[in-house]
Each structure stands twice: as C-alpha cells, then as structure tokens.
C-alpha cells in the first residue's frame, strides 16, 4: 500500500511541473508537440521495390523535417509542412497512395532540443508520460504562389538550412497536410484519449508558465 501511495504522489507532482500542457485538454498537447517538434516520422504503404530496397505492401517510414509556422504559436495551424521530391520513392508511395500518410512526433525530441519536457522516468520515447502523438491524414503539394511563399518562410524560419533546398536541381516542393483524418496521442497512463478533428484544429499549442522538471 505505502508503495503505491509514493507511486501515485511522484505521478501528481510530475504532472503539476511538467512545462508542456499536460493538464490542458488533449486537444492542447496535441497541437503544442505539432508545434514544438522539428521533424517527425512519416508513413505510408512501399508501392515500389526501388531495387530491391523495400517490400512493396508493407508500411514503410521516412524521417522528415517539418514546419508548424513561426517559432511563436500564433503561426500554428496544426497543417504540419515538409519539403519533398517527387522523385523519392515515399513521395511516389504517398502519391500512389492517394496522398494518405501518417506523421508521428514523439516529445523526446523536443526534450533533446529544449533542455527537457518530458519527466524524471520518461528517459524512453516509448514512456506513457513522455508524449507521442501519430497524425493521420492526407498531404497535398501547396500551389498557390502566396502559401508557397508563406511555406517557404515557415519552413526557413525552422531550419534555416533547408533554405538550399529551394534553389537546388532536386526540386523540392512544399507539401502540407490539408485533410487530418484522425489523432492519436498518448501523453498519460491508461490509453489515447478521443480527440476530433474539429477539437485539435480549434486548440490552442500554447504551454502554461510550470516549474521546473522534477529530478
């Protein structure tokens, strides 16, 4: 008894200092990860060998920069961008694939990158408490002249070494995620809570002023 009791009383004063927002709605910490994370997995299903390489009908993932806007969260709609290559195999697999693919963040990365989010135990990626979120949905080549600047600006202002990539023989073109199907996050024990489409695109990303990690 006395164990569980130091377990449940560790578990409430880990959240009450964590610096994401996890006592926002789910909503919330869905959109502050989308927002804080400088890449993410993406998947789809391998259509192609590409020699030998891949198994065709098999999920297959590629690691990938992305851009939720400027680093304030007033630039954040929860569309994450990239940058892609029609003549990569994922691109041919997410094409052929009618553009569907899932984009997975994991907040361990924002914890690399940020000095720590994630709380004393969450030393895996896979810990419950240290979130991680996989968005479904479909992405789409932006076209209009005036998005395309606007991603372009978002994605530069993230990782100012894609810049290159604008101006390079490769032809890499903005791509975002328009029609978010489904969102998967898991930031707590005891399974994903149901977040809607509608809910996550209405939140807010911003984190609440917390202490420090608990060590």
Same mark, same amino acid.
């Given at each position: 008894?006395?164990?569980?009791?130091?377990?449940?009383?560790?578990?409430?004063?880990?959240?009450?200092?964590?610096?994401?927002?996890?006592?926002?709605?789910? #909503?919330?910490?869905?959109?502050?990860?989308?927002?804080?994370?400088?890449?993410?997995?993406?998947?789809?299903?391998?259509?192609?060998?590409?020699?030998?390489?891949?198994?065709?009908?098999?999920?297959?993932?590629?690691?990938?920069?992305?851009?939720?806007?400027?680093?304030?969260?007033?630039?954040?709609?929860?569309?994450?961008?990239?940058?892609?290559?029609?003549?990569?195999?994922?691109?041919?697999?997410?094409?052929?694939?009618?553009?569907?693919?899932?984009?997975?963040?994991?907040?361990?990365?924002?914890?690399?990158?940020?000095?720590?989010?994630?709380?004393?135990?969450?030393?895996?990626?896979?810990?419950?408490?240290?979130?991680?979120?996989?968005?479904?949905?479909?992405?789409?080549?932006?076209?209009?002249?005036?998005?395309?600047?606007?991603?372009?600006?978002?994605?530069?202002?993230?990782?100012?070494?894609?810049?290159?990539?604008?101006?390079?023989?490769?032809?890499?073109?903005?791509?975002?995620?328009?029609?978010?199907?489904?969102?998967?996050?898991?930031?707590?024990?005891?399974?994903?809570?149901?977040?809607?489409?509608?809910?996550?695109?209405?939140?807010?990303?911003?984190?609440?002023? #917390?202490?420090?990690?608990?060590?």
């Amino acid at each position: 008894m006395q164990r569980i009791y130091l377990l449940l009383l560790w578990f409430a004063l880990a959240c009450a200092q964590r610096p994401d927002p996890w006592h926002d709605p789910p #909503a919330n910490m869905a959109r502050w990860l989308v927002h804080k994370a400088g890449w993410a997995t993406a998947s789809s299903v391998a259509t192609t060998s590409n020699s030998g390489t891949r198994i065709p009908g098999f999920p297959f993932g590629k690691v990938v920069t992305v851009s939720d806007g400027w680093g304030n969260t007033t630039e954040s709609t929860g569309k994450p961008i990239l940058l892609m290559m029609e003549a990569q195999s994922f691109a041919q697999d997410m094409m052929n694939n009618s553009g569907r693919v899932s984009l997975t963040f994991s907040e361990k990365e924002v914890t690399s990158g940020e000095g720590g989010t994630c709380v004393k135990g969450a030393k895996i990626a896979q810990f419950p408490m240290c979130s991680h979120l996989t968005v479904q949905g479909v992405l789409r080549e932006m076209q209009d002249p005036e998005e395309v600047q606007h991603a372009k600006e978002a994605i530069i202002a993230r990782h100012p070494d894609q810049e290159s990539w604008f101006h390079g023989p490769h032809d890499f073109k903005p791509w975002r995620m328009e029609d978010i199907r489904a969102i998967y996050l898991i930031d707590h024990f005891g399974g994903a809570p149901t977040i809607s489409v509608k809910d996550y695109l209405n939140a807010k990303p911003s984190a609440p002023q #917390a202490g420090p990690v608990v060590q």
